[in-house]
C-alpha cells in the first residue's frame, strides 16, 4: 500500500512539512496543471504554457526539495526528467494515450 496525497492548490505550499508529516504517507504528486489554476495562472482547458510558467515551477521545486528534506516521495505528471530529480522526485508518470490500443 502506497498512501500519496495531490499537490494541486497553492495553499498547501505553506502547510507542505506538515503534510508530508502525516504518519504513513508516502508522499505527494504534484498535479501542475490544478496547481496552475489555484495560482490564477491557467484554466482548465490550458495546457503546457500554465504548467511552465516560472511561478509555477518554483512551487514545484519548492515541493520537491521539501520531499526530498523529508525523505518522502514526490511524483510529477510533466517536466524534464533529469531536472525533476535534482529537484528530488523520485516518481514519474507516463502518458495514458489510448487503451484500447
Not at 512551487?59 to 530529480?85: F, H, N, P, S, W
Amino acid at each position: 500500500l502506497l498512501a500519496l496525497v495531490m499537490f494541486e492548490d497553492i495553499a498547501a505550499l505553506e502547510r507542505i512539512r506538515e503534510i508530508l508529516a502525516v504518519p504513513g504517507l508516502a508522499g505527494v504528486m504534484i498535479g501542475q496543471s490544478d496547481l496552475s489554476i489555484s495560482m490564477g495562472l491557467g484554466t482548465p482547458a490550458g495546457g503546457a504554457e500554465a504548467q511552465n510558467k516560472p511561478e509555477v515551477q518554483a512551487v514545484v521545486a519548492q515541493v520537491g526539495r521539501a520531499c526530498a528534506e523529508m525523505r518522502k516521495l514526490c511524483g510529477t505528471y510533466q517536466g524534464d526528467i533529469k531536472t525533476r530529480v535534482e529537484q528530488g522526485f523520485r516518481l514519474f508518470t507516463q502518458g495514458r494515450g489510448d487503451y484500447r490500443e
